[in-house]
């Protein structure tokens, strides 16, 4: 039998398949420019939107390890 639940690998973010670059930003209490920066840097992975806009995708943050400011 398969499993449709997703297992949530990042604690108190809702598990989604992509995230607005502003959610991410938010999320882990840095800028936007910031967020840019770590996508220009290879550290998180986009996807275009049709209308031309970035998400980012779930598996990307999973595999960045990035902590929230504050964590050790």
Do not use: D
Not at 23 to 51: D, F, H, N, Q
């Amino acid at each position: 039998m398969e499993n449709n639940m997703q297992e949530n690998n990042i604690p108190g973010l809702p598990y989604k398949p992509t995230y607005r670059i502003s959610e991410i930003a938010r999320y882990y209490s840095r800028t936007t420019r910031t967020v840019y920066e770590w996508i220009k840097l290879g550290y998180l992975e986009t996807i275009k939107t049709p209308c031309g806009g970035r998400m980012i995708t779930r598996e990307s943050l999973e595999n960045a390890g990035i902590k929230k400011k504050g964590e050790v």
